[in-house]
Protein backbone atom coordinates (compact mmCIF):
# COMPACT_ATOMS: atom_id res chain seq x y z
CA UNK A 1 0.00 0.00 0.00
CA UNK A 2 1.39 3.57 -0.78
CA UNK A 3 0.35 6.03 2.13
CA UNK A 4 -0.17 9.89 0.75
CA UNK A 5 1.56 11.73 2.83
CA UNK A 6 1.19 15.46 3.85
CA UNK A 7 4.47 17.54 5.36
CA UNK A 8 3.53 20.87 6.21
CA UNK A 9 5.93 23.77 7.07
CA UNK A 10 8.22 21.50 5.15
CA UNK A 11 11.29 23.70 5.25
CA UNK A 12 14.08 21.41 4.74
CA UNK A 13 12.76 18.33 5.72
CA UNK A 14 14.35 17.40 8.92
CA UNK A 15 11.42 15.06 10.09
CA UNK A 16 11.08 13.51 6.33
CA UNK A 17 14.64 12.38 6.06
CA UNK A 18 13.78 8.16 7.38
CA UNK A 19 10.23 7.92 5.90
CA UNK A 20 11.14 6.16 2.71
CA UNK A 21 12.33 3.74 5.41
CA UNK A 22 8.89 2.95 6.81
CA UNK A 23 6.83 2.26 4.32
CA UNK A 24 5.82 3.07 0.83
CA UNK A 25 5.26 6.99 0.47
CA UNK A 26 3.58 9.51 -2.09
CA UNK A 27 4.82 12.68 -0.17
CA UNK A 28 3.53 16.48 -0.91
CA UNK A 29 5.29 18.96 0.80
CA UNK A 30 4.46 22.62 1.47
CA UNK A 31 6.77 25.45 2.07
CA UNK A 32 6.27 29.49 2.02
CA UNK A 33 10.52 29.84 1.89
CA UNK A 34 10.98 29.76 -2.20
CA UNK A 35 14.67 28.78 -1.24
CA UNK A 36 13.81 26.12 1.68
CA UNK A 37 11.49 24.62 -0.81
CA UNK A 38 14.23 24.51 -3.56
CA UNK A 39 16.47 22.70 -0.86
CA UNK A 40 13.78 20.49 0.16
CA UNK A 41 13.20 19.14 -3.38
CA UNK A 42 16.79 18.92 -4.15
CA UNK A 43 16.78 16.67 -1.14
CA UNK A 44 13.76 14.59 -1.96
CA UNK A 45 13.49 14.44 -5.89
CA UNK A 46 10.66 12.38 -5.84
CA UNK A 47 7.85 14.35 -3.55
CA UNK A 48 5.89 17.02 -4.69
CA UNK A 49 6.88 20.16 -3.42
CA UNK A 50 4.21 22.77 -3.32
CA UNK A 51 5.29 27.15 -2.68
CA UNK A 52 2.45 28.31 -0.50
CA UNK A 53 0.95 29.03 2.30
CA UNK A 54 0.39 25.89 4.34
CA UNK A 55 -2.15 26.72 6.41
CA UNK A 56 -4.22 27.24 3.53
CA UNK A 57 -3.29 24.35 1.41
CA UNK A 58 -4.06 22.06 4.51
CA UNK A 59 -7.80 24.19 4.88
CA UNK A 60 -7.92 22.69 1.09
CA UNK A 61 -6.54 19.96 1.12
CA UNK A 62 -6.88 17.63 3.99
CA UNK A 63 -8.80 15.07 3.02
CA UNK A 64 -6.86 14.28 0.06
CA UNK A 65 -3.99 12.31 2.85
CA UNK A 66 -3.67 9.20 4.95
CA UNK A 67 -1.23 11.42 7.51
CA UNK A 68 -0.58 14.83 7.86
CA UNK A 69 2.45 16.32 9.62
CA UNK A 70 2.13 19.78 10.75
CA UNK A 71 4.47 22.23 12.57
CA UNK A 72 3.33 25.63 12.58
CA UNK A 73 5.83 28.31 13.21
CA UNK A 74 7.34 28.71 16.77
CA UNK A 75 8.56 31.83 17.63
CA UNK A 76 5.67 33.60 19.45
CA UNK A 77 4.88 30.48 21.76
CA UNK A 78 8.37 29.79 22.97
CA UNK A 79 9.87 30.54 25.97
CA UNK A 80 12.76 32.42 24.85
CA UNK A 81 10.06 35.03 23.47
CA UNK A 82 8.74 35.05 26.92
CA UNK A 83 12.22 35.38 28.54
CA UNK A 84 13.22 37.80 25.70
CA UNK A 85 10.11 39.84 25.44
CA UNK A 86 7.73 39.89 28.33
CA UNK A 87 9.88 39.84 31.76
CA UNK A 88 12.17 42.05 30.15
CA UNK A 89 10.11 45.36 29.52
CA UNK A 90 9.54 44.86 26.00
CA UNK A 91 6.32 44.79 24.24
CA UNK A 92 5.00 41.23 24.14
CA UNK A 93 3.07 39.82 21.05
CA UNK A 94 0.00 37.52 20.41
CA UNK A 95 1.14 33.57 20.61
CA UNK A 96 -0.04 32.90 16.48
CA UNK A 97 -3.04 30.90 17.62
CA UNK A 98 -2.81 29.10 13.66
CA UNK A 99 -1.30 26.25 15.88
CA UNK A 100 -4.66 25.38 17.34
CA UNK A 101 -6.75 26.07 14.68
CA UNK A 102 -5.02 23.39 12.86
CA UNK A 103 -5.21 21.00 15.93
CA UNK A 104 -8.93 21.46 16.17
CA UNK A 105 -9.38 20.89 12.48
CA UNK A 106 -7.53 17.59 12.49
CA UNK A 107 -8.97 16.53 15.37
CA UNK A 108 -12.30 17.39 14.49
CA UNK A 109 -12.84 16.52 10.23
CA UNK A 110 -9.69 14.55 9.20
CA UNK A 111 -10.35 10.65 9.19
CA UNK A 112 -6.08 9.72 8.77
CA UNK A 113 -3.48 10.25 11.40
CA UNK A 114 -2.12 13.04 12.41
CA UNK A 115 1.10 14.87 13.54
CA UNK A 116 1.48 18.75 14.91
CA UNK A 117 4.21 19.58 16.26
CA UNK A 118 5.92 22.63 18.13
CA UNK A 119 7.54 23.50 21.23
CA UNK A 120 6.80 23.81 24.75
CA UNK A 121 5.23 27.36 24.95
CA UNK A 122 5.97 29.47 27.86
CA UNK A 123 2.16 29.37 28.88
CA UNK A 124 -0.08 25.74 29.67
CA UNK A 125 -0.80 24.28 26.44
CA UNK A 126 -4.44 25.50 25.50
CA UNK A 127 -5.23 21.27 24.34
CA UNK A 128 -3.08 18.69 26.17
CA UNK A 129 -0.47 17.27 24.04
CA UNK A 130 2.19 14.27 24.11
CA UNK A 131 5.78 16.02 25.69
CA UNK A 132 8.88 14.30 24.16
CA UNK A 133 12.10 16.22 24.40
CA UNK A 134 11.92 19.60 24.01
CA UNK A 135 8.63 19.32 21.82
CA UNK A 136 4.75 18.70 21.96
CA UNK A 137 3.04 16.17 19.51
CA UNK A 138 -0.70 16.34 18.93
CA UNK A 139 -1.45 13.25 17.69
CA UNK A 140 -4.66 11.00 17.49
CA UNK A 141 -2.49 8.11 18.17
CA UNK A 142 -0.25 6.81 21.51
CA UNK A 143 3.81 8.06 20.75
CA UNK A 144 5.96 5.68 22.43
CA UNK A 145 8.10 6.69 25.77
CA UNK A 146 11.00 7.30 23.73
CA UNK A 147 11.23 8.53 20.08
CA UNK A 148 14.88 9.35 19.47
CA UNK A 149 17.64 7.65 20.86
CA UNK A 150 19.75 10.40 19.30
CA UNK A 151 20.50 13.18 22.18
CA UNK A 152 20.72 17.01 21.22
CA UNK A 153 22.07 17.75 24.19
CA UNK A 154 24.45 20.62 23.88
CA UNK A 155 22.75 21.60 19.90
CA UNK A 156 20.05 23.58 21.40
CA UNK A 157 22.65 26.82 21.67
CA UNK A 158 24.71 25.69 19.14
CA UNK A 159 26.35 28.27 16.79
CA UNK A 160 28.45 26.21 14.76
CA UNK A 161 26.70 25.48 11.90
CA UNK A 162 29.03 22.28 11.21
CA UNK A 163 28.27 20.72 14.34
CA UNK A 164 24.25 20.88 13.74
CA UNK A 165 24.91 20.18 9.81
CA UNK A 166 26.87 17.04 10.83
CA UNK A 167 23.43 16.25 13.65
CA UNK A 168 20.96 16.74 10.91
CA UNK A 169 23.55 14.88 7.84
CA UNK A 170 22.46 18.25 5.81
CA UNK A 171 24.42 21.00 4.78
CA UNK A 172 22.95 24.09 6.16
CA UNK A 173 25.49 26.02 4.33
CA UNK A 174 23.79 25.31 0.77
CA UNK A 175 20.70 27.94 2.17
CA UNK A 176 20.87 31.35 0.57
CA UNK A 177 17.80 32.57 1.37
CA UNK A 178 16.54 35.39 4.34
CA UNK A 179 15.39 33.10 7.32
CA UNK A 180 18.73 33.01 9.59
CA UNK A 181 20.81 30.17 9.39
CA UNK A 182 20.97 29.34 12.78
CA UNK A 183 17.64 29.25 13.40
CA UNK A 184 16.57 27.07 10.67
CA UNK A 185 19.69 24.51 11.68
CA UNK A 186 18.17 24.82 15.47
CA UNK A 187 14.56 23.92 14.73
CA UNK A 188 14.90 21.01 12.44
CA UNK A 189 12.90 18.03 13.78
CA UNK A 190 15.21 15.10 14.72
CA UNK A 191 14.63 12.80 11.44
CA UNK A 192 14.63 9.78 14.12
CA UNK A 193 11.93 11.43 15.94
CA UNK A 194 10.29 12.09 12.32
CA UNK A 195 10.58 8.53 11.88
CA UNK A 196 9.38 6.79 14.88
CA UNK A 197 5.90 8.77 14.83
CA UNK A 198 5.75 7.77 11.35
CA UNK A 199 6.15 4.10 12.30
CA UNK A 200 3.16 4.66 14.92
CA UNK A 201 1.21 6.48 12.90
CA UNK A 202 0.94 3.91 10.06
CA UNK A 203 1.08 0.55 12.54
CA UNK A 204 4.47 -0.66 11.37
CA UNK A 205 6.97 -2.50 13.59
CA UNK A 206 11.08 -1.90 13.12
CA UNK A 207 13.34 -4.63 12.70
CA UNK A 208 15.85 -5.56 15.37
CA UNK A 209 18.00 -4.87 12.49
CA UNK A 210 17.00 -1.42 12.15
CA UNK A 211 16.81 -2.03 8.13
CA UNK A 212 13.47 -2.96 7.53
CA UNK A 213 10.15 -2.51 8.16
CA UNK A 214 6.80 -4.19 8.85
CA UNK A 215 3.04 -4.23 9.46
CA UNK A 216 1.51 -5.58 12.33
Not at 3 to 19: D, P, S, T
Request: glycine share 6%; charged share 25%.
Amino acid sequence: MKYKILNLYACLGGNRYKWDEVADIEVTAVELDTEAARLYHERFPNDKVIVADAHQYLLGHYKEFDFIWTSPPCPTHSRARYWGFGINGKNPIYPDLTLYEEIILLSTHFKGKYCVENVIPYYEPLIAAQERGRHLYWCNFSLPNIISNRSDAGLVNESIIGNLSKYHDFDFTKYKGTQRLLKMARNLVDYEAGRTILERALNVQRQSTDTQAKLF
